[in-house]
């Protein structure tokens, strides 16, 4: 049976560290207290020394990995001299211990160990304390206990379920960030009633919450003069329709994001600040925001720049439906690499939409109108369509938002160049 | 218009004025919610207020002070024989104990905008009821709190029509002080009144059909008071049954189980309480009644009517005032949208005589019962410095502890001032703390309380 060592707590709040050198060797037999391994934190370069005697039986880090606290650095076979030995501390598993997990629960069925506050707390987020390991001395649930217990649940819940939840006990939203401050007594100025959100109004809320938290939002204006793009989709409208197909904007928006994506693939593509790295999308599947009854909810369309107009639009006239009906499946709704909220229908000179966490960027359509513009020092009557580039500033500047954005204007405001990609 | 006429439409209804009911509509108040209370009496406070705890500690005060001075002649303090009158006495209680928390109440109730309706409340429906008496009227209600408490009951087969016997609210009035009770029952309220009446010069007999006082609490807690009372009663008969109760003349002829016919000038009848469920038109709601005559509830207080709660004695065991008050404001809380729920561990019990007996939580004798391991530490008050400087060592402190983690499930204690020394007990069960918890926490020098710490100590022996 080997025993394993784990990145241990290296206090001051560091969660990981760097590997920078293996002092040891698989094979290596090593006393107690010998030096395993150097590694970097962000506040020092630190030795780790032995917690045990033993045989190093795998080594499981190289030099220049960076590891979490609790992860498995090194394998050790049973102590040759264990008997010799006193025992090391035993080290932290390197998985949480589910298998001692105890219900918190006293054997008897009495009460669950845990202050009237935390009590109280686990009421407000739905916690049933009876399921929750308590940390504390004499196995007691604290409400960090509670807390993660409520965290943990709301993990394991199946997204996108379409039955609406019965109502039951409330349930918080997951926080973000800071923690607000509560809330006021409402009742003190009048009557209030309560309603609790649905399944989809808690998704929406939670994924705004942390997209507008984590994200530093930054949005590019622009105008695109479509004149020539709404002449030609009138003249094709009936021929599209004679193949069952109805022609609009956003197809045209889709394949035009699409083309403007290649040329920017920082703008297809998720950060992962931990790594810290880009994660660039080879492949362009963009969400359309579609407002149902519900709510919002963000449809995807596979493959846009490998697709055909008519086909792009074909899909998005079902998907559409498919998602107003409610019957989208999960896949319908995953995997999206950029997203278009197109409001034009509803009015509006323009929106500043968040962007749809891990996606870096959204383009926002506003209503087209004709308007007054100065073509070659005449006035003219022109269509324009205001845009907007909301993009996460950590992955792109303004500079290049501009860029991008004026890609997009241009593909829409010269349809000929757009043709030869349709 | 006519008054019977008039329906007034209010958010939440408070049958009974007690301390379920007045907590519950004071902190609907305070939620913004409207509630009014509907009491026979108009008035806030209940039988705790009028005929229970209020006027019952207010009379063993004096039962203490006059054993205080009468144990004083022990360290050289002689104020000779105690006289006592009993007109004084009443007034004292009616209008500077009684009276006094009374008017607070109604002040309470006045800055919150609680208004209380005289009369007595018969339910016509879910959303409904009508207010006989007094004041007649139609409530219309979004919520109803029931918390109509509970009323001394009587013994079968000896209801003798006589205003010499009398029960708990009778016996607190002291219309005189007979020269010979009979106390029926040895539970608190026959201990606590018939220490008051020994006290105030009465011969009491005390007669209990178990085979101890204080059924139930564990023998150790209850044996320095039976010790105490083995004194000041006449004779204390355990295992015992009074078979038939008849007046003759002045006085009441009583047949004692195994006993010659004895004669008592007055007989008390303290044998429990029993809710008040009945009359209130109940059957008009879905408000389900057990068998026991108790309205049930959830942990939310909520009754299986979804428009009406309950709180209090009338919906069973244990039947005390702060259960009643906590339950107020949970349900209040819960009406108001709150994840509020009477989830409470433990629910502390007081004997305020001479000496006091309280406990909470798991009790030892409940853990026998139960089959469940425990550990008990028990600390005689022999040793304390703070129970020497008073004269008065026949106290205990006991602590029920589980053996594996060591939490606090329950404790115990008595002595002088046990009804304020349980209150650590009480938060520490409720809090679910370790024996080591109350062990490291610094308890004042030369106090009562050390006597937890030092109980606790003896568990962390070793550890």
Not at chain 1, 58 to 67: A, E, F, M
Not at chain 2, 367 to 382: C, E, F, L, Y
Not at chain 2, 449 to 463: D, I, R
Request: glycine share 10%; hydrophobic share 45%; proline share 6%.
């Amino acid at each position: 049976m080997s025993r394993a060592f784990v990145l241990p707590d290296l206090g001051e709040g560091l969660t990981e560290a760097e590997i920078v050198s293996v002092l040891v060797h698989e094979g290596d037999v090593i006393r107690e207290d010998a030096p395993l391994l150097e590694v970097e934190t962000d506040k020092a370069q630190v030795e780790i020394p032995s917690p045990m005697s033993g045989r190093v039986e795998k080594i499981h880090v190289q030099p220049g990995q960076t590891v979490k606290v609790g992860a498995v650095l090194i394998s050790f076979a049973d102590s040759t001299d264990g008997g010799a030995v006193r025992a090391a501390p035993a080290p932290p598993a390197a998985a949480p211990p589910a298998t001692e997990a105890r219900p918190a629960r006293a054997r008897d069925g009495g009460p669950v160990p845990a202050t009237p506050a935390t009590r109280r707390l686990a009421r407000e987020l739905g916690v049933d304390l009876g399921g929750v390991r308590g940390t504390a001395p004499g196995g007691r649930v604290t409400d960090e206990d509670v807390r993660a217990a409520a965290g943990s649940t709301r993990g394991v819940t199946a997204p996108a379920a379409r039955a609406p939840a019965p109502p039951v006990e409330t349930r918080p939203l997951a926080p973000v960030g800071v923690e607000p401050p509560p809330l006021p007594r409402f009742e003190q100025w009048g009557p209030v009633e309560r309603a609790p959100l649905s399944h989809l109004r808690r998704t929406i809320a939670e994924r705004m919450a942390l997209s507008a938290s984590v994200i530093p939002h930054v949005t590019h204006f622009d105008r695109a003069d479509i004149t020539e793009l709404d002449a030609i989709i009138r003249r094709t409208l009936d021929a599209a329709r004679g193949r069952g197909v109805t022609l609009t904007l956003t197809s045209f928006l889709l394949k035009a994001a699409a083309l403007a994506l290649k040329a920017h693939p920082q703008f297809n593509a998720s950060l992962d600040p931990a790594a810290g790295e880009m994660i660039l999308k080879r492949y362009c599947h963009l969400g359309i925001a579609v407002a149902t009854d519900r709510g919002l909810i963000v449809p995807v369309i596979r493959d846009v720049d490998r697709k055909p107009l008519l086909e792009l639009a074909r899909e998005l006239g079902a998907l559409a439906q498919r998602v107003r009906e409610g019957k989208a499946s999960l896949d319908d709704l995953r995997g999206g690499t950029f997203t278009i909220t197109n409001i034009g229908a509803l009015g509006g000179t323009g929106a500043i939409p968040i962007i749809n966490y891990p996606e870096v960027a959204i383009l926002g359509v506003a209503r087209g109108r004709e308007e007054a513009v100065v073509r070659d020092g005449q006035i003219v009557a022109r269509l324009m369509l205001p845009l907007t580039l909301t993009f996460d500033h950590r992955i792109a500047d303004g500079a290049d938002g501009a860029r991008f954005a004026a890609d997009i204007v241009r593909l829409l405001e010269h349809p000929d160049h757009l043709l030869l990609e349709l | 218009m006519v008054m019977g006429d008039l329906v007034r439409e209010v958010d939440v209804a408070v049958v009974g004025g007690g301390p379920g009911g007045y907590s519950a509509a004071f902190r609907c108040a305070e939620l913004g919610l409207e509630a009014v209370v509907v009491d026979a009496g108009k008035r806030l406070g209940g039988a705790c207020l009028y005929e229970g705890c209020i006027p019952s500690k207010a009379l063993l005060h004096v039962a203490t002070v006059m054993h205080e001075v009468e144990r004083a002649r022990e360290f050289g303090l002689d104020y000779g024989e105690p006289r006592l009158s009993v007109d004084a006495l009443q007034k004292w209680k009616a209008e500077r104990v009684v009276g006094k928390l009374a008017r607070g109440l109604a002040g309470v109730a006045r800055s919150r905008g609680v208004d209380v309706i005289g009369g007595r409340a018969v339910f016509e429906d879910s959303r409904g009821l009508r207010v006989e008496g007094e004041e007649p009227q139609k409530i219309r209600f979004k919520h109803a709190i029931i918390a109509t408490g509970s009323a001394p009951a009587t013994l079968p087969g000896l209801a003798a029509a006589s205003e010499r016997v009398m029960d708990s609210t009778s016996a607190l009035e002291v219309v005189d002080v007979p020269e010979r009770l009979l106390v029926i029952g040895g539970g608190y309220i026959g201990l606590e009144l018939g220490t008051v009446y020994a006290a105030l010069g009465s011969q009491v007999t005390l007669v209990e059909m178990t085979d101890g006082l204080l059924p139930g609490v564990d023998r150790d807690l209850v044996q320095p008071l039976a010790r105490r009372v083995e004194k000041l009663f006449t004779a204390i008969h355990l295992n015992t049954r009074v078979t038939a109760l008849r007046a003759s003349g002045a006085r009441l002829e009583v047949e004692i189980e195994g006993r010659n016919a004895q004669g008592f000038d007055r007989v008390l009848v303290a044998v429990g309480r029993r809710p008040q469920s009945a009359g209130l038109g109940l059957e008009t709601t879905r408000v389900r009644v057990d068998e026991r005559a108790c309205v049930v509830i959830d942990t939310r207080c909520r009754t299986s009517d979804p428009h009406i709660y309950a709180v209090g004695d009338v919906t069973g065991e244990p039947l005390l005032a702060h259960r009643a008050m906590r339950q107020g404001k949970v349900v209040a809380e819960v009406m108001a949208g709150r994840p509020a729920a009477f989830d409470n561990v433990v629910v502390p019990a007081v004997v305020f005589t001479d000496p006091e007996v309280a406990w909470c939580g798991l009790t030892e004798t409940e853990a026998q019962r139960a089959g469940r391991a425990v550990k008990v530490a028990k600390v005689q008050w022999a040793a304390s410095g703070r129970a020497a400087t008073l004269g008065r060592s026949d106290g205990l402190t006991k602590l029920v502890v589980d053996p594996e983690s060591g939490r606090v499930l329950g404790a115990g204690v008595v002595g002088p001032g046990a009804g304020e020394l349980i209150a650590e007990g009480a938060l520490a069960v409720e809090t679910a703390a370790l024996a080591e918890d109350v062990a490291a926490t610094i308890h004042a020098h030369p106090t009562l309380s050390e006597s937890w710490m030092e109980a606790a100590e003896t568990l962390l022996k070793g550890a």
